[in-house]
């Protein structure tokens, strides 16, 4: 349960917001990784939904 808890992801913890005055986010993870790419690379997409 605590690996599952390590993997949830936290925008606030990023700089990002989960939504503003008019505004809410919708965050998706894009991979998969590259084969080729040495460690861990997480690319999250903020989208952007207005009210």
């Known amino acids: 349960?605590?690996?599952q808890a390590a993997l949830k992801f936290?925008?606030?913890d990023w700089g990002l917001r989960r939504s503003g005055d008019d505004?809410?986010?919708m965050f998706l993870?894009?991979?998969p990784q590259h084969?080729?790419?040495h460690g861990?690379?997480?690319v999250v997409l903020?989208?952007?939904r207005r009210r």
């Open 23 to 25: 505004t809410d986010f």
């Open 46 to 48: 903020q989208l952007e």
């Open 29 to 31: 993870n894009l991979g």
């Open 40 to 42: 861990v690379l997480r």
């Open 1 to 3: 349960m605590a690996e």
């Open 10 to 12: 936290h925008p606030e």
């Open 35 to 37: 084969p080729g790419t």
